[in-house]
T-cell receptor, first 114, second 112 residues
């Protein structure tokens, strides 16, 4: 049981390049989330999904797109990377049950945009 | 709207010192409250939680009590260790949505 995994762990991009971050979970969770973590700002929600085939915007969605084609995977895309997107990105998942609302986090992807 | 306010760090303590990290919240209703911990180079992991007023969550020597009257969920530990050095986040699920609000995090450094 790997929990939540993220690939890649590190990446350096040049301004304007594109990339996709992959999140996978093996806990059969319905809900999945993408956050970014920046110094002094805590975690900010980028996009989230409440089930396969559905996505929704979070607090800071601009410049990012997501897809949830399979229940276990949640992809975060950057179409044209900007230096302001330099950050650490975390994926999380949780069950649908109302009382079981703990989020499980992946280890993070450290992205630098030059 | 819902919000979480967490004391700013960094907090530097000597081993075996007493720790308090303050967290206050505003929320509609009475949501569950969480403390997450992030060790260097890792993702967040749940440290403890409380699901209703007056509940006390505890784990690894850490405790936090859900205080409805002061809208607080302060994290405490009686005797910290070097291995407790990490960033601690207070969090709550927002009312009527699937989203969570996290505090800005408090970095704790424990010196031997």
């Amino acid at each position: 049981n790997a929990g939540v995994t993220q690939t890649p762990k590190f990446r350096v991009l040049k301004t304007g390049q594109s990339m996709t971050l992959l999140c996978a979970q093996d806990m059969n969770h319905e809900y999945m989330y993408w956050y970014r973590q920046d110094p002094g700002m805590g975690l900010r929600l980028i996009h989230y999904s409440v089930g396969e085939g559905t996505t929704a915007k979070g607090e800071v969605p601009d410049g990012y797109n997501v897809s949830r084609l399979k229940k276990q995977n949640f992809l975060l895309g950057l179409e044209s990377a900007a230096p302001s997107q330099t950050s650490v990105y975390f994926c999380a998942s949780r069950e649908r049950l109302a009382g079981a609302n703990e989020q499980f986090f992946g280890p993070g992807t450290r992205l630098t945009v030059l | 709207g819902d919000s979480v306010t967490q004391m700013e760090g960094p907090v530097t303590l000597s081993e075996e010192a007493f720790l308090t990290i303050n967290c206050t919240y505003t929320a509609t209703g009475y949501p569950s409250l969480f403390w997450y911990v992030q060790y260097p180079g890792e993702g967040l992991q749940l440290l403890l939680k409380a699901t209703k007023a007056d509940d006390k969550g505890s784990n690894k020597g850490f405790e936090a009590t859900y205080r409805k009257e002061t809208t607080s969920f302060h994290l405490e530990k009686g005797s910290v260790q070097v291995s407790d050095s990490a960033v601690y986040f207070c969090a709550l699920p927002t009312s009527g949505t699937y989203k969570y609000i996290f505090g800005t995090g408090t970095r704790l450094k424990v010196l031997a």
